[in-house]
């Protein structure tokens, strides 16, 4: 059983979505306002979050963010009714790890929710030694990562695609390997979520290489059809 906290004005929605969620096994927390949500965010632990971005009181962009800062663990998946897409890379990037367009199939989200926490289960206590790359310094059991000695503060999945690419630096990995192992073997849907966290990180990894003036930053390079390759790369 999962702590949940489901995020939704809705009356309909919500108790569909609350009845559904009890009904597998997961003790659910519903609120119905952004408000209401940071207060109990600021009080319990929550494995998972599904976040409405059209809540009435705040906006749901900044919610999730706020969301992300106090549990930075946290899995948050949004609900959206938005179908532009650059409404829905400004909520990856706000902090979401996954995101599901209104109307959805509830079959489908039960899937991702249980996709994303049998990830969570899968990492925990798995203790490798730490990895180096040129400049870059990760290590996976403190869920730690330098720059030099500039500590780079990474969301969860940013983390776990940074540590995955680290570990066969200067070959190339799949969209699928990375999908599967970041986020399930038994994932389904947009992997558009992959890209927004890559660019992500990229831009991370980007600043904190800037700030100490480092000269072996590893560099993300993008295989065209294929997926992601971490090099080392030497700046003059």
């Known amino acids: 059983m999962a702590a949940l906290m489901l995020v939704e004005d809705d009356p309909t929605m919500g108790s569909m979505l609350a009845s559904a969620l009890a009904a597998n096994g997961h003790d659910v927390c519903w609120q119905r306002t952004g ?5 109990e965010a600021a009080t319990q632990t929550f494995e998972l ?5 059209g809540l009435p009181d705040v906006d749901g962009v900044d919610l999730c963010r706020k969301l992300r800062h106090r549990q930075p663990q946290c899995v948050i998946v949004i609900l959206t009714a938005r179908r532009d897409e650059m409404d829905v890379i400004v909520g990856l990037e706000s902090g979401a790890d996954d995101y599901l367009v209104k109307p959805f199939r509830l079959t489908e989200l039960l899937a991702r929710i249980r996709a994303h926490l049998r990830r969570a289960t899968v990492t925990e206590g798995e203790s490798p030694p730490p990895i180096e790359v040129g400049d870059l310094w ?3 059991s403190s869920r730690r990562c330098r ?3 500039v500590e780079v503060a990474l969301r969860p ?3 776990d695609l940074l ?3 680290a570990s066969e630096a200067g070959r190339a990995v799949t969209r699928e390997s990375l999908m599967s192992d970041v986020w399930d073997e038994n994932w389904f849907g947009s992997t558009k979520t992959l890209d927004v966290h890559m660019a992500a990180l990229r831009r991370r990894l980007n600043d904190a290489a800037i700030s100490v003036g480092a000269t072996s930053v590893p560099a993300i390079t993008t295989l065209r059809g294929h997926g992601y ?3 080392e790369t030497v700046t003059d």
């Open 35 to 39: 408000a209401s949500a940071l207060t």
């Open 49 to 53: 979050v599904l976040l409405d971005l």
């Open 138 to 140: 990760l290590d996976v």
């Open 147 to 149: 720059v030099v000695d």
């Open 157 to 159: 999945k940013e983390f």
């Open 163 to 165: 540590a995955r690419l």
């Open 229 to 231: 390759r971490l090099d």
